[in-house]
């Protein structure tokens, strides 16, 4: 075998303009970075400093020294181990809800064919354009009369109905799926709930990961829908249950902060776990209309 055969293929040289192009990119991004990591920062350093050290001025980003007694403080003024398993059970149980129902919707409104079915699309998208805050009388008062109000029903079955966005975005991802699978199922006598259950919905698991971990940071970061229905402190969310920091002799910031970083940490924690499928299903979803 000769020597130029031998020899592994040279790799063909970066152009310098395509160098300099992904060397600026870099540096954007890690600036942008660095800008939307500075609030965390500060929070996660305000959290281990002392209540003088929390309003020195100027301000200082590394605490001397550093304490975890904020930490011990938040841990025990409230029931913060309560608040954060009523919000698991929020947000586990919106998650199972939204995934089967906007899941089995949008695989009527993409993968069955019926008359009106566009039509019904256009009309499940048009509520997107009404927001929370419009609906949320009726809502109560519809609540109320189911004698709901103080319980987490009213947070949860709803999840269960579907959501709009959602379903526009599975809908998307399972239109791009070869509709020759479901046709081929059809002939052998599958029915439609096999179809949907065998088929479609292990072909889309990154667009039902993306529709779970989104559902999952609103759940866990919503603070309306708890506020307005829960009425017992014993079934508050964390997210209701920081305000309690907030006394009639003021705010008790370090403690607050610390809160505040324990409660950010899971999200960072989840996101990283999940990024790898999060960005496949964005990407993915909505190739094709």
């Known amino acids: 075998m000769s020597a130029a055969i031998a020899r592994p293929l040279a790799r063909r040289p970066v152009p310098l303009g395509r160098r300099i192009g992904r060397l600026l990119t870099h540096l954007v991004l890690i600036v942008f970075g660095v800008v939307f990591l500075i609030p965390f920062l500060w929070l996660f350093s305000t959290s ?3 209540d003088p050290q929390i309003f020195r001025f100027p301000p200082e980003w590394i605490p001397n020294p550093v304490t975890l ?8 003024t409230i029931p913060f181990f309560t608040y954060t398993r009523n919000s698991l059970i929020y947000c586990v149980t919106t998650v199972v809800g939204v995934v089967l129902s906007c899941s089995l919707v949008a695989y009527g409104l993409s993968r069955v064919r019926w008359p009106g079915r566009d039509l019904l699309f256009l009309i499940t998208l048009g509520t997107m354009l009404l927001p929370f805050e419009v609906t949320l009388v009726p809502l109560f008062i519809v609540f109320r009369t189911f004698g ?8 949860i079955v709803p999840s269960f109905f579907g959501s709009a966005f959602y379903i526009f975005l599975l809908r998307q991802f399972m239109m791009t799926l070869p509709i020759e699978l479901s046709d081929a199922a059809r002939i052998d006598g599958a029915s439609e709930l ?3 259950w065998s088929i479609s919905l292990p072909l889309i698991r990154p667009a039902l990961a993306v529709v779970a971990l989104l559902q999952f940071l609103g759940a866990w970061g919503d603070f309306l829908g708890p506020l307005v229905y829960l009425t017992d402190q014993s079934t508050y969310t964390i997210s209701l ?17 610390a809160a505040s970083t324990l409660l950010t940490l899971p999200i960072i924690v989840l996101f990283f776990l999940t990024q790898r499928t999060f960005i496949q299903g964005v990407t993915l979803t909505g190739l094709k209309g």
């Open 48 to 50: 281990l400093k002392t």
């Open 69 to 76: 007694n904020q930490y011990r403080l938040a841990l025990t």
């Open 148 to 155: 709901w109000i103080g319980t987490f029903l009213p947070l």
């Open 194 to 196: 096999r179809i949907f």
């Open 241 to 257: 249950g920081l305000q309690q920091y907030n006394t009639q002799y003021g705010t008790e910031w370090g403690q607050l902060m």
